[in-house]
């Protein structure tokens, strides 16, 4: 299968329909539509070292969640540290492939996984941003204290720490959303959740709320989008089986 095949393929899986309107994704890099496919590297991000090591390893695509040219490419220069990506990809030959929030919304992408990963069930789709809801809302198999759910959090998303808000609520139904929450905490609320975790609130949405109507637990941005790599890893070999299909982690952001 060629890189242009497999990319129609993905992005018949994961529909642009499901995209919010401001979003840019799809095809973003591709020095050769005809290569065949044979080695994919996913990551939440094509960040330089990601790019190096698929070059180094014979890659032919990268597949990733967040878009590699987000805020345009306007100029193809190598002092630019966005530019100097594409050159090296198309240097390599290899074609990166991004899919951003229809991946979210999309039924088992983002939020789907990050709620398996913490184990909630009975999980429905919630929120107000983009054409379909993108978070989810599900139980937890027995109530938790939060400390004891921020901890469980931790572990299961492997994340080096979590930021916590305190309302003295217990925890058993959770709300999730990857990425950047603050915008749907109110839908949270709404719909009966006692817990919000995301991968980032901000500073003044969690001090605004201490107390308030809803736990916020912040768990990184990396950290709450990683697990959709397995969905990514999933499709690519559903659509071509035998191929190489390796995760590799992009975080660059320490806890120090």
Known sequence: MTVLEFYEEL?????????????RDGLMCCPDADRQVKKVMIALDATKDVIARAASGGFDVILTHHPVFFNGLHEVV??????????????AG????CFHTRLDALEGGVNDRLAAALGLFDTTPFGREGPV??????????????????????????????YVTNTDLY?????VLGGEGKDEI??????????????RFGYHAMTDLAYGDINLIEAGHFWTEQPVCYALADFAKEILPGVTAEI??????NVI
Do not use: Q, Y
């Open 171 to 175: 925890v058993r139904r959770v709300a």
């Open 248 to 253: 590799v982690n992009s975080n660059i952001i």
């Open 133 to 162: 809801p993108m978070g989810r809302i599900g139980t937890l198999p027995r109530e938790l204290t939060l400390e004891a759910f921020a901890e469980h959090v931790k572990e299961k998303l492997h994340a080096p720490a979590v």
């Open 94 to 97: 290899i074609s990166i492939m």
């Open 11 to 23: 992005d018949r899986r994961i529909p642009r329909s499901l995209s919010c309107e401001w979003d």
């Open 186 to 199: 109110g839908a949270a609320v709404e719909e009966g959740a006692d817990t919000f975790v995301s991968g």
């Open 78 to 91: 190598c002092t630019d540290p966005v530019a100097k990506r594409a050159v090296d990809a198309v240097r």
